[in-house]
């Protein structure tokens, strides 16, 4: 790539403003639909660099147009911090209590402002790029739904993000052709029955037997509906009913979620639950209600983006600098921007030399020089992709 040696010369003039933005978001984190305080720092950093921001109304989440053309492409990234309390000894240790970027969103963020400051230095990119500084990442729903009625996506012709990882070092990006992250939905199941003594259980309905039947049954019997070959997770983390040891509770709750890959299945998943528990109780008398709440879809990575963005990564960080990730059952909520616009979600190395932290982790933290190779990443490949 031509432009290697100017990208990488300006990613390192900007630089030192831009790990600044990271750890002034990191110290001062707020919860998705209140992030008011970080919206305004990347409006105030990108007309630093000369790039206007376009704050939403009400304050949380912007977008900024850097170039000018019919051909246009985005990049989003989010803004949102979690209700973790912060256990890392660092001088940009959240100040707000309970909460903290323990996802990476802060460097999502500020190196969004990286690639548009370097952007917007460059004499003529061919075309237009969108950056979208989207709010409430980690809620269902998420923010991506409002700002894709807002039609913040409308009329470009690809999108990437970045999600740092981990398990890659700095220099290093993850990509994955098809599904990368899986829908995550969430579901309750009421169970009613008239009750009784737990010496008797042969005169009522015993609940508690037929939500055990339901926990143990349900996903093995919607396994045996689908091809054997795609992924599925339904996991029950909520059980509650009953508060005595001889008495059979007139109602049981049951909550999970359901997390796939395959748009097909998440579509067909609340008729498929509703059937299989409908099967699994009606021989016992009990009655039960589905209470089904979407999260967001797969996320599907476009084949012509991945191949575009792994040369141009390839380019500009080194020929072993893209690497080949996995798949993950976590969703992300980039997905409903991919509903409507091919694009692919990017794992970029973040990965803190000798240690071995997950993500939403109290001790979450990442190698800063993920941030200015995400910086040259992201604007080679979104010059690949307006050519």
């Avoid at 170039?67 to 000894?89: K, M, S, T, Y």
């Avoid at 969703?331 to 694009?343: H, I, M, Q, R, T």
Wanted: proline letters at 5%; glycine letters at 12%.
């Amino acid at each position: 790539m031509p432009r290697t040696a100017e990208i990488k010369h300006l990613a390192r003039t900007v630089l030192p403003r831009i790990v600044a933005l990271r750890r002034e978001i990191h110290a001062d984190p707020e919860l998705g639909w209140f992030e008011t305080s970080t919206t305004a720092r990347v409006a105030a950093a990108l007309d630093h660099f000369g790039v206007e921001a376009n704050v939403r109304e009400s304050g949380l989440g912007a977008t900024a147009d850097v170039g000018v053309g019919p051909v246009a492409v985005g990049f989003r990234a989010d803004l949102d911090a979690l209700p973790i309390a912060e256990l890392n000894d660092v001088p940009y240790r959240s100040g707000n209590v309970g909460v903290m970027h323990a996802c990476g969103h802060d460097a999502h963020t500020a190196i969004a402002v990286g690639i548009a400051a370097v952007m917007a230095q460059l004499p003529d990119i061919g075309g237009r790029v969108r950056f979208i500084f989207q709010p409430a990442e980690e809620k269902i729903p998420g923010g991506a739904t409002e700002l894709c009625a807002e039609g913040v996506h409308a009329g470009l012709r690809s999108i990437i993000g970045f999600h740092v990882d981990p398990t890659l070092r700095p220099g290093k990006v993850g990509l994955r052709i098809g599904g990368i992250t899986g829908a995550s939905d969430r579901f309750r199941i009421h169970l009613s029955g008239p009750g009784g003594h737990t010496s008797r259980p042969h005169q009522t309905v015993d609940l508690v037997y037929v939500a055990g039947r339901v926990i143990t049954d349900m996903p093995e019997a919607i396994r045996h509906t689908i091809d054997p070959r795609e992924p599925l997770a339904l996991v029950f983390g909520l059980v509650d009913g009953g508060n005595a040891e001889n008495v059979i509770p007139t109602e049981v709750t049951l909550g999970g979620t359901a997390r796939m890959f395959d748009h097909d299945l998440w579509r067909d998943m609340p008729k498929l639950i509703e059937k299989a528990v409908g099967e699994l109780v009606q021989s016992s008398g009990a009655r039960f209600e589905l209470e089904y709440h979407r999260g967001s879809p797969p996320t599907v990575n476009d084949e012509h983006v991945i191949h575009t963005v792994r040369g141009a990564i390839a380019s500009a960080l080194g020929a072993d600098a893209d690497v080949d990730t996995h798949q993950s059952l976590g969703s992300e909520d980039f997905a409903w921007y991919l509903e409507d616009v091919p694009g692919a979600l990017l794992r970029l190395g973040s990965g803190i030399a000798g240690r071995t932290v997950d993500l939403h982790s109290a001790t979450f933290d990442i190698d800063e020089a993920a941030i200015e190779s995400g910086i040259i990443a992201g604007t080679a490949s979104l010059l690949a992709l307006l050519q």
